[in-house]
């Protein structure tokens, strides 16, 4: 996979939680600093130390949101996905 596809990726997460109106007054901006730093990954490359960091905290709101909201998990996943193809 390429940057087109982490791009697609980063908008079928934005997708999902704009569908769903997710206002969780805790994980909302926690999931919205997972995006910045996901979607930095279009236009530069973060350190090992940042990419495991990104990728600890995308796997832990998967786990977080499976039950309640799995299309936003399988979201997360795809968006993992997507960056492990990338080499992060």
Known sequence: MNKQELSRSLARVRAELDRLQFDDPVAS???????AHAQR???ATLSPAQSAQLLA???AAVTRF???HPNLAAGLSQLISSLSSMGI
């Open 29 to 35: 901006p926690q999931l919205e600093q997972l995006i």
């Open 41 to 43: 990954y279009e236009t």
């Open 57 to 59: 905290g995308l796997s």
């Open 66 to 68: 499976e039950v309640a």
